[in-house]
T-cell receptor
Framework: DARVTQTPRHKVTEMGQEVTMRCQPILGHNTVFWYRQTMMQGLELLAYFRNRAPLDDSGMPKDRFSAEMPDATLATLKIQPSEPRDSAVYFC????????????FGPGTRLTVT | GQNIDQPTEMTATEGAIVQINCTYQTSGFNGLFWYQQHAGEAPTFLSYNVLDGLEEKGRFSSFLSRSKGYSYLLLKELQMKDSASYLCAVRDSYSGAGSYQLTFGKGTKLSVIP
């Protein structure tokens, strides 16, 4: 049963701390997406990769957020320094062949910054 | 850019039929997706329309009119487990950068009551 995995599932941290979220896409999927979901804004695209290359990260605050794919089985999203307004659920999704078909979402990381 | 509108909340009775509407205004269009999201869980794919008309999949159907920028999701024989948020998402035209991306509406929270 192939699925996207994300760690950690929950993270509580203090303002100013670094946060790293990890995602393992479905094996064989070559497109990976990072989303953030809040009650106010809904689901927002932060960044996405195709064949490990970043294609668009215009939705991401560049001064504190960074996204990478060190290899085909791992995508990371880092926030440094974290702020209370970063509190949200962060989803990773993967898709086959440039996202032509549906995206498969991971369970999400619920981040709380105090 | 993309602008996607859908009602915030709806309530319907078990066994009934409900229609969730979605209107969009986009700079490019290459398909419309519906996702279901139960509280505290990840979005899961329901349906996809790229041509005008109705796509039926069991109790769920989705309709698209590209000229009107309009879609709806129809749920028949409602069950209590259908209580969830339903997200409408529009896929951009091919970006030229090698991939596609989805822009999500804020979702419609459906409550099914006995």
């Amino acid at each position: 049963d192939a699925r996207v995995t994300q760690t950690p599932r929950h993270k509580v941290t203090e303002m100013g701390q670094e946060v790293t979220m990890r995602c393992q896409p479905i094996l064989g999927h070559n497109t990976v997406f990072w989303y953030r979901q809040t009650m106010m804004q809904g689901l927002e695209l932060l960044a996405y990769f195709r064949n490990r290359a970043p294609l668009d990260d215009s939705g991401m605050p560049k001064d504190r957020f960074s996204a990478e794919m060190p290899d085909a089985t791992l995508a990371t999203l880092k926030i440094q320094p974290s702020e209370p307004r970063d509190s949200a659920v962060y989803f990773c999704a993967s898709g086959p062949e440039s996202g032509l078909l549906e995206q498969y979402f991971g369970p999400g990381t619920r981040l709380t910054v105090t | 850019g993309q602008n996607i509108d859908q009602p915030t909340e709806m309530t319907a009775t078990e066994g009934a039929i409900v229609q969730i509407n979605c209107t969009y205004q986009t700079s490019g269009f290459n398909g419309l997706f519906w996702y279901q999201q139960h509280a505290g869980e990840a979005p899961t794919f329901l349906s996809y329309n790229v041509l005008d008309g109705l796509e039926e999949k069991g109790r769920f159907s989705s309709f698209l009119s590209r000229s009107k920028g309009y879609s709806y999701l129809l749920l028949k024989e409602l069950q209590m487990k259908d209580s969830a948020s339903y997200l409408c998402a529009v896929r951009d035209s091919y970006s030229g950068a090698g991939s596609y991306q989805l822009t999500f509406g804020k979702g419609t929270k459906l409550s099914v009551i006995p």
